[in-house]
């Protein structure tokens, strides 16, 4: 997820923790003392969302944000702020996030329009609608996004610097008359539930066969381990042949990332994480098989820490053009649905085919415990199965296809599930992963 990213930032901060006594509760980071007042209820009531305000003092985001920052919660009603008291008294230099939901009652093409000081990054469903990297005096954006029917989770940063604070979002079905999203349609994250595990346990749960071994009737039928469970031997960063990065390990028999520290914080008992990050200096990146497949069965096993999100790439196209797997290859989505905030997107959950197709039942279980993956790619035919039971199914020959692919964020990269053979892959997200008992059998 990009970011507003800055350069540096104060080393030290005076710390207070205050709940400001507005009614409606967020989380406040800061890095400058504010003056105590009243707490408000926690409870989080309808019609309002949760929200991250950190005080930066006119600075940047830093790479590494003192984890002593002071820390506030307050709710707002909606995400039109135009007066002063709706952001931090007379404090004008802060950094906002801010995450909650809104309910559109059709699904189609819809307009929006902000309006804004400062630099501001909004998305719904993790889709970037509007991004302003400098701070203005006033500015008006406008894009069009298609949207399901339904809740929606949208997310917003915010940084006005010395400018007077202001943030108005308008909706239009027609891309011509616009009005500004009423209150009525706006609610916190707790309107958002997560489905738990459905139906029996899969046919296919338990396996005699130890960990990274093909058993002999596997080697009869042409599988082909590609994790050795000993070295990193077969794998290579994306677009750099030879190479891996160093976070990227072989462990007591788990192909790992092995995950950084980041400044986070929690939104309705969601993981967020800020800070810029420089992947290749870190030792990350996305990774991929040095082999390439066509028609293939590709079977493997993860487990994922809390709050933790990573994904499986099995269509990736090499090429300079891209500098990320997603942007070639469709995902199946791995997630601990609960702690991580895009467990709240549909869509985005564990097994879905990420932003296109949600995995139905749901099959994964919690963080920490493993889970069996079994991916089917046959002359355009793609199935999802997870823990024994198929969850999404496609066709990249459909006009279904084509025309799911065409209303979202991936229409505009040219190579994205493109015919043809492609390499395996996971992607560096941040968190601790581990991936086990990886195998292929082509078509």
Known sequence: MDRIEKDEFVKKFNVTRILFSVGIAILFLACNTGKKQESASEEAAPGVYEAVFIDVNNEFIPDDIDRNVKKETKLLANVNLTERDQFWGDIRNFYVHGMGSIQFDATGEYYFRLTSTGKVLFRINNKEIVKIEEVNDKLVTSKSMFIDAGV?????????????PMLVLEWSKDGETYEVVPDSVFSNLESLTVNPWTGDVGSDESESTPDNVLSDQEKREGWKLLFDGESMKGWHTYNKPGTIGSKWVARDGALVFEGRDRFEFFVAGRNIEIGHVDKIADGGEDIVSDETFDNFELHLEWKISKGGNNGIFYMIKESKAYDEVWKTSPEMQVMDNVGHKDGLIYKHRAGDLYDLIPADPV?????????????????????????????????????AWKDLVSKSKFAAYEEFATPGAGRIGFQDHDNLVYYKNIKIKEL
Request: proline fraction near 4%; charged fraction near 30%.
């Open 152 to 164: 929606t989770v949208f997310e917003f940063e915010y940084y006005p610097g010395e400018m007077d």
């Open 363 to 399: 099959r994964v279980k919690p963080y920490g415990e493993w889970n069996k993956v079994k991916i089917i790619k046959n002359n355009g035919k793609v199935e999802h199965w997870l823990n024994g039971t198929k969850v999404v199914s496609y066709d990249i020959n459909s006009d």
